[in-house]
């Protein structure tokens, strides 16, 4: 190691990490002192080696770039740089010379070398570091967002797929709720009142009448349930508040579960978008919860935020589960529900977090 390696000072600069592939402990030391004078306020960290199995084994540590001789009896730029290919490293080599013709510089930046330096101008070596330094800096930041923009796409691939069949299932509710409760309730409707047409004594026919009604009514309230799961009017009217208040009771209640609702901050008037998911996110995680937790106390928590944004925490005291069990894997019935609110809140702009271990509840928290 050269001399300049000596150890930081707390609250000093990285040194610059240089791996030096020179057979002459002269010129080496001469690098050295040639950085130090041209740029005395950084520090540099030197390395040598001299031949291709010293060069292998160094490349195990990181370096920032390499300085290579481009005269050496046993190794060359050539062979460092199809090592540097071979192990897929992207470290700059910079060739260190003292004479090199124009050809033979062309030759070796094609084969990969990102530049080269006179041992008499090894003054301007800082700025030529700094170079390749900063170019590779910026390579790995582009490959950096490229692989999250592949994995975003990745993401929303995956995320529209399960869309469409989150939003079939959806409408196969629907259409079995009105086949189901709805349509069996007006078909008895019109049963009844064809029956009180046909009757001879006024008395049936009063009976019959009386039934239509009844079944009128609880088409009416059928109507008005499935009205509000798709969304409430006290959402456009009163807000979220009221409405998650109003969907609380009534899953929470008939199921026998003690609830409580708070809310937090200002409340935007008219509710937006995040409103709307909020409240079925709130839907969703009550509907997880009777049919699944077991519990005696649901929690609603709404914070209401700057920008437009908004908090929902949603707890309960029940059975809690596994959620890398339940949720790692292809998308099934058993977490059909929870991938559906994490793909919503997503899709957003929140993010969806599930918080609970076996026998110990559920928290859900997100952030739209």
């Known amino acids: 190691m050269n001399l300049l390696d000596a150890e930081p000072t707390s609250g000093s600069p990285q040194p610059i990490r240089l791996l030096c592939v020179e057979d002459n402990p002269d010129d080496f030391d001469l690098l050295g002192f040639a950085l130090e004078r041209a740029d005395p ?6 390395e040598r080696v001299e031949d291709a199995a010293s060069f292998t084994q160094a490349l195990q540590k990181e370096f920032d770039a390499i300085l290579c001789d481009f005269n050496l009896p046993r190794f060359s730029p050539y062979a460092a740089l199809q090592i540097l290919l071979a192990r897929r490293s992207g470290t700059p080599l910079v060739v260190v ?3 090199i013709g124009e050809e033979a510089a062309v030759h070796v930046l094609r084969c990969g070398a990102k530049d080269y330096v006179t041992k008499d101008k090894l003054g301007t070596l800082p700025q030529i570091i700094d170079r390749v330094m900063t170019e590779r800096h910026r390579v790995l930041e582009q490959e950096r967002l490229g692989r999250e923009l592949e994995a975003a796409y990745g ?23 009105l086949h189901d409760q709805l349509g069996q309730t007006l078909t008895g409707m019109v049963i009844h009142l064809h029956a009180a047409k046909r009757a001879a004594a006024e008395a049936d026919a009063q009976k019959h009448t009386d039934t239509a009604m009844d079944m009128a ?19 456009d009217y009163l807000g979220l508040t009221a409405a998650a208040q109003t969907a609380v009771q009534r899953m929470a209640e008939p199921a026998g579960i003690a609830f409580s609702v708070v809310a937090r901050g200002a409340e935007p008037a008219p509710p937006g978008d995040a409103a709307s998911v909020a409240l079925r996110l709130i839907q969703e995680a009550l509907t997880n919860i009777i049919r699944h937790a077991r519990a005696s106390l649901i929690t609603v928590r709404l914070r209401y935020l700057p920008g437009g944004r908004i908090g929902v925490l949603v707890v309960d005291d029940g059975v809690g589960f596994d959620k890398h069990q339940l949720l790692d894997g292809q998308t099934s019935e058993r977490n059909f529900g929870l991938h559906g609110m994490i793909e919503r809140t997503e899709l957003a702009g929140g993010k969806l ?6 026998g110990q509840g559920v928290a859900i928290r997100a952030v739209l």
Request: net charge positive; glycine share 0%.
């Open 217 to 235: 009514q609880a088409a009416v309230s059928q109507l008005k349930t499935l009205s509000f799961n798709l969304r409430p009017a006290q959402l």
């Open 155 to 177: 993401r929303l691939k995956r995320l529209s797929a399960r869309l469409v069949v989150a939003q079939e299932r959806e409408r196969t509710l629907i259409s079995r709720e």
């Open 353 to 358: 977090h599930i918080r609970t271990r076996p």
């Open 41 to 46: 306020q950084r520090r540099y960290a030197l």
């Open 97 to 99: 010379t003292r004479a």
